[in-house]
Structure formats: structure tokens, C-alpha cells
């Protein structure tokens, strides 16, 4: 190993949630945090080299082009840092490119692995606003850095995040397609403008959503979550969405809301044994839509920030 790597910072381990962003009327403001996760151990070394297990396993070995190297040799150049290469284990459990939160994840752990390596001495709020600053919004870098459910406002560079805890009774259903969305393609077929009562609508739904999250009141969740802001526009390009929407009100189902830009679309179940029949419902309601994967999970409170095992804040 080079004197650089025998001098650099000891192992850091990450633990960083998938998030479902907007989650309906919450456009870019807000997001939930689920129970699988991208799971990071690296230690300095003397060249990058990434064993990669679980989803998306090649793409997530990559070297070049790989989203957590790119921006963590980006930060350290940034701030007149050198490049201590690294040598990562990476377990992910969360699908690329379907809405649940991959980037703000990978962009997370760029940002503490450059942060503990690279001694740059950020502190928890400017990890979060670093990467506000590369994803470009706050809703999944928020919940995924904090858990829970998370609402937030930005201010020039800053964010400023409120998290409470969602019901622990609630589970959750996300129905995943098999081909990925670029989110750049799913923000391209949204309008320019809006009308007014689609936003006053919109707004009268946020009002009740992070109030439904926080008091447990899931009889409020399938108005708290109807949205006319992204999901009309998106759903010729989210075939599952409208199949899934009608479901909401039975079955144990509270709501169902694109996941993220989509494609995936995230059903909320009211407890754990509605489970099996709010599944059958919706393989029914998906008919003849082939490979199309439903994962179970359920919310988190702890984000990234308390379970990650480290040295830097």
C-alpha cells in the first residue's frame, strides 16, 4: 500500500436508505425514507477498486462513469484535496434508475466518503447541502440522509429539512417495471405552466400529507396524495401508475403515488397483514403488464447520518 493510503483516515462504513420523493402533490419537497439500502465499507488503498454485490451489480462495479467516484473525486478536487483511491465493498439493494432515490444515495455517500477521507470537516447540515447541490433538489438527499418522512425548503445553498417518524404500523408495496426512467426524460413531459385550481388543489393536499405522516391518519392519505402537478403528465410514460391509482380505498390500500419521477409506483399498505391480499389486488390490476417486480418494505426513521460508522462528525 503507498504512504498515501498508510496515512489516510481508517475504514468508513455506509448505510444509506432508497427514499420515495414527492409522494404525490409533494413535487421536489418531499420524500419517505424505505428499508433497503446502499451499503458502503471502504478504506483507503493504493487504486480504486469496487466489489459490488446485489442489484445492479456490474453497473455498481464500474470504474468509469460510476456516479460515487465521480462526485467524490469532484468534491475533493474542489476543495484542494488529493485523491485518496479506494477500496469499496458495496452491497445495494436499491434498483437504478426507478425512483427510488439510487442517485441521491450514491451522491450522499460520494460526499461523506470525500468528507472522511479527504478531511474536509463538513458538518451533518452541510453534507445535506452538498447534496442538495448535486442532485439539484432536496426532497430524496433529505429523507435519505435524515429517514423518515421529510419535508424541506431551500434557501440560496442551504436546506432546511423538518422529519417526523411515519406510523410504524404502515407498510409499503413498490411495484418496480422492468426497464428503467431517466429522471431528465420524466421531467420532459411536464408543462411550462399550470393551471390555478390544479395548483390550489395541489396545495390543499400537501396541507393534509406531512399532517397524515405525522398523526398516523391513513384515512387521509388517498386525498393527501392525489396530485395534478407531475403524475397526469407522467403516466404515459408510468404505464403501471393509472393500472395502480383506482386501488387506493381498498383492499388495505391507503395510496398509491408514482415513486419518485417513476417509473416504479409506491402503494401504502395500512399493516402488515393487509399485505397479502393488498398484492393480489395488485397483480390483478396489473393484468397482463409482464415483469413487473413487487417489493415489501416498510418506512425508516434512521437515515444515513445516524447509521453510518465513521470518525467524521
Not at 5 to 19: C, E, F, N, Q, V
Not at 84 to 105: W, Y
Request: hydrophobic share 45%; glycine share 8%; proline share 6%.
Amino acid at each position: 500500500m503507498s504512504s498515501q493510503a498508510s496515512s489516510a483516515p481508517g475504514k468508513i462504513s455506509l448505510r444509506l436508505p432508497a427514499t420515495s420523493a414527492n409522494l404525490g402533490p409533494g413535487f421536489d419537497a418531499v420524500a419517505v425514507a424505505l428499508d433497503f439500502y446502499l451499503e458502503i465499507e471502504a478504506e483507503a488503498a493504493a487504486d480504486f477498486l469496487i466489489a459490488a454485490t446485489g442489484r445492479n451489480r456490474e453497473r455498481c462495479a464500474r470504474l468509469e462513469d460510476n456516479l460515487v467516484i465521480e462526485a467524490y473525486k469532484r468534491l475533493l478536487r474542489a476543495n484542494q484535496r488529493e485523491i485518496v483511491p479506494l477500496a469499496i465493498k458495496m452491497h445495494n439493494q436499491i434498483p437504478l434508475g426507478m425512483g427510488c432515490g439510487s442517485s441521491a444515495a450514491g451522491r450522499l455517500a460520494a460526499i461523506a466518503l470525500a468528507n472522511h477521507f479527504g478531511q474536509l470537516g463538513l458538518s451533518p447540515e452541510a453534507v445535506l447541502d452538498e447534496a442538495y447541490m448535486l442532485e439539484g433538489h432536496p426532497d430524496n438527499v433529505a429523507a435519505c440522509w435524515l429517514g423518515g418522512f421529510v419535508a424541506s425548503v431551500c434557501e440560496g445553498r442551504r436546506v432546511y429539512p423538518v422529519h417526523v417518524s411515519p406510523p410504524q404500523d404502515w407498510r409499503v408495496i413498490v411495484a418496480i417495471p422492468a426497464e428503467p426512467l431517466p429522471t431528465s426524460v420524466a421531467r420532459s413531459v411536464l408543462p411550462a405552466s399550470y393551471w390555478l385550481q390544479d395548483v390550489v388543489q395541489n396545495l390543499q393536499s400537501l396541507s393534509l400529507l406531512g399532517l397524515a405522516f405525522e398523526r398516523g391518519r391513513g384515512d387521509l392519505l388517498r386525498l393527501a396524495m392525489q396530485d395534478k402537478i407531475h403524475q397526469p403528465y407522467r403516466a404515459a410514460i408510468c404505464p403501471l401508475l393509472p393500472l395502480l391509482l383506482p386501488l387506493a380505498g381498498e383492499h388495505g390500500i391507503l395510496a398509491a403515488t408514482l415513486s419518485g419521477a417513476g417509473p416504479s409506483v409506491l402503494v401504502i399498505v395500512d399493516n402488515n397483514s393487509s399485505l397479502p391480499r393488498a398484492e393480489a389486488a395488485i397483480r390483478h390490476a396489473l393484468g397482463t403488464a409482464e415483469n413487473v417486480e413487487l417489493l415489501s418494505s416498510k418506512f425508516v426513521s434512521r437515515g444515513a447520518k445516524e447509521l453510518a460508522e465513521w470518525g467524521g462528525f
